[in-house]
C-alpha cells in the first residue's frame, strides 16, 4: 500500500518542486490529478483549488511545496536533507528557493503561452488528461479553453506582454547561460547533492521550460548542462555521468564564481520586483490599520494578491501581482542569513543583494489553515 499521494498535475510549476524532493527522499508515494474524486473534498478543507497537495497516510492534508518538504524533514523521512548544515549554503539555496518559484515566473509564463504553433496541441492533451481524462474533442477544447484562458490571463499579471516579451527571452538566456556553465562544473547547485534551492528551480525549469515543446528544444539545443540537470532531479539515483565528484556538497560552505554570478543575476534580475512588492505591501498595510491578525485582510480568504506594483525592469516598466507568499518565502532567506552572520553577508554584498537581509514588511506573512496571512505588526 502507498503510504502518501501527491495530487497535482504534470505541466505544474509547484507540483514540480514537490514531486522531484519526494522522488529523491525515495519517499513511496502515488501522484494523482484534480480529476480524482477526492479531489472535491481536499479542496474544500484547504479553502481554494490550488496544487500540489499531500495526503499523508494518516490522512493530513498538506498544502504547497515548501510545506510539503518541511512536513518530510520533520518527521526525519528525508534520505538526504534539502537544508545543508553548512550556515552559509543553507542561505544561499534559500535564495535560489525564492527565486525559483516567484522569480522565474515570468520566462515560465511566457515560453508557455506565447509559442501557440509549438505549444498548443501537447499543452491542450497535458490539461485535458488532468482535468477531465477521457473528455471528447469538444469538451476537451471547452475544458483547454477554460483552463488555458486563466492561465493567459495571469501571464499578464506576472508582466508578459508583447513589449515585454523580447526583454524576458533576452533575460532568460542569460540565466540559462550561467546556470549551465555552473552545471558543467557541479551536478547540483551546491555539489554533489539537491538543496531547497535545486527544488525551488525545479518548478519552472522543469514542468513549464523543460517540457513544454518550445522552451525544451531551446534547452536541449543550446544549455544542454541544464536540461540534464532537469533529469537528474527527478531520478532518485544520482545520474551523475561520471564526470562529477561524490555526493557531497562543496566543501568548505564555499561558494564557488560561477554561483556567485548567478546571485549577482539575481539581483539585477529579481531584486527590484521584490523591491517595489514588499514597499507597494507596505503602503496597503499601512492603508488597512485596522486589518485583523491572522486574517489576509481581503474579502476572500483564499485571494492570493493584494494588488499590482509598478517597477522598471531592463528598461521597461513591469506591473506584477503583490502575492504575500513571497514574503513568507523571503522571511525563510532571512532566517538563514542572520544566522549565518558575516560570511554570507559578505557574499550577499559582493552580489548586489545584500538588501534581502533587511527588505521587510510591516508585518510577517504566516501559513495558517493552508493560507498565507498576516501576522502581528513587527512595529507594535
Known amino acids: 500500500m502507498t503510504d502518501y499521494r501527491l495530487y497535482g498535475m504534470p505541466g505544474s510549476l509547484y507540483t514540480a518542486k514537490a514531486r522531484s524532493y519526494l522522488i529523491k527522499q525515495r519517499i513511496d508515494f502515488e501522484e494523482d490529478i484534480p480529476a480524482a474524486a477526492a479531489w472535491l473534498e481536499i479542496t474544500k478543507e484547504i479553502g481554494r483549488w490550488i496544487i500540489p497537495v499531500l495526503v499523508t497516510p494518516t490522512g493530513a492534508i498538506i498544502q504547497d511545496g515548501a510545506a510539503i518538504i518541511d512536513h518530510i524533514e520533520a518527521i526525519g523521512l528525508a534520505r538526504r536533507s534539502a537544508y545543508p548544515d553548512t550556515p552559509v549554503h543553507r542561505a544561499v539555496s534559500l535564495v535560489f528557493e525564492l527565486f525559483g518559484g516567484e522569480g522565474l515566473l515570468r520566462p515560465a509564463m511566457h515560453y508557455r503561452w506565447d509559442y501557440d504553433a509549438d505549444n498548443r496541441d501537447f499543452l491542450k492533451a497535458d490539461f485535458v488528461a488532468a482535468l477531465m481524462p477521457g473528455a471528447t474533442d469538444e469538451v476537451a477544447e471547452a475544458v483547454f479553453g477554460a483552463a488555458g484562458g486563466r492561465m493567459r490571463k495571469a501571464k499578464q499579471g506576472f508582466g508578459v506582454s508583447a513589449e515585454t516579451a523580447p526583454v524576458i527571452q533576452a533575460s532568460y538566456e542569460a540565466f540559462l547561460a550561467l546556470l549551465d556553465a555552473h552545471l558543467a562544473l557541479h551536478p547540483y547547485l551546491l555539489g554533489g547533492q539537491p538543496t531547497i534551492g535545486d527544488y525551488g528551480l525545479i518548478g519552472p525549469l522543469y514542468a513549464h521550460l523543460a517540457r513544454d515543446p518550445y522552451p525544451a528544444a531551446l534547452m536541449k539545443a543550446r544549455f544542454y548542462n541544464v536540461w540534464r540537470w532537469t533529469e537528474r532531479m527527478n531520478a532518485a539515483q544520482a545520474l551523475l555521468d ?114 534581502l537581509a533587511t527588505l521587510q514588511t510591516h508585518r510577517p506573512v504566516e501559513r495558517v489553515g493552508h493560507l498565507e496571512v498576516w501576522g502581528a505588526d513587527r512595529r507594535a
Not at 289 to 309: E, H, M, S, V
Not at 320 to 340: D, G, H, N, T, W
Request: charged share 15%; aromatic share 8%.
Open 242 to 355: 561520471g564526470k562529477y565528484a561524490a555526493e557531497t556538497l562543496i566543501a568548505g560552505d564555499a561558494v564557488p564564481d560561477t554561483l556567485v554570478a548567478l546571485l549577482r543575476f539575481i539581483a539585477e534580475d529579481y531584486l527590484p520586483e521584490l523591491v517595489a512588492h514588499v514597499d507597494f505591501a507596505n503602503q496597503w498595510l499601512d492603508g488597512h490599520p485596522d486589518l485583523q491578525t491572522g486574517t489576509n485582510g481581503l474579502p476572500d480568504p483564499a485571494t492570493r494578491a493584494i494588488g499590482r506594483a509598478s517597477f522598471d525592469w531592463h528598461g521597461v516598466t513591469i506591473a506584477s501581482m503583490v502575492m504575500p507568499y513571497r514574503f513568507y518565502l523571503l522571511q525563510r532567506v532571512q532566517a538563514a542569513i542572520a544566522a549565518a552572520g558575516p560570511p554570507i553577508a559578505a557574499i550577499l554584498t559582493d552580489a548586489g543583494l545584500a538588501a
